[in-house]
């Protein structure tokens, strides 16, 4: 009886230890917009001679400008307007999003997209500088 416990032990730890190695540690995609905690989306389509990693990685500094910006601690206007097909995210005089047709097939018109992304971006900034706000377009 006490052999027969001790294999069925021994098995559970051997599927528990394959288990957990087959399930490893999520990764973010590099092409994730996060801030504050608030996911606003993730770039999947290259522009103007960006690919979508480069896209993502301009915008995350872009970000990280307005997060460092005093004149931005207390909180700002985040905009959205159309620019051709494109609509256009700012915050300030700090441009952080184009939305191309591409980035909003499937999703809705180019403003549309835009104006999802600045409301994220807005709930994000203020969560990330306790205190400001960012507010609407």
Do not use: C
């Amino acid at each position: 009886m006490r052999v027969g416990v001790m294999v069925r032990v021994f098995v559970l730890l051997i599927a528990a230890a394959v288990v957990a190695g087959l399930t490893g540690p999520a990764f973010a995609d590099p092409r994730d917009i996060a801030v504050g905690g608030v996911y606003i989306t993730t770039i999947t389509q290259d522009w103007a001679g960006y690919t979508a990693e480069q896209r993502a990685t301009e915008v995350t500094k872009r970000i990280t400008r307005i997060l460092g910006t005093p004149e931005l601690r207390q909180g700002a206007v985040v905009t959205v307007r159309q620019d051709g097909a494109n609509a256009l995210v700012s915050v300030g005089n700090i441009l952080v999003f184009t939305v191309t047709p591409a980035d909003a097939k499937g999703s809705g018109t180019t403003l549309y997209v835009a104006k999802q992304w600045a409301r994220r971006l807005g709930e994000g900034l203020t969560k990330a500088l306790p205190g400001s706000n960012f507010h609407g377009f």
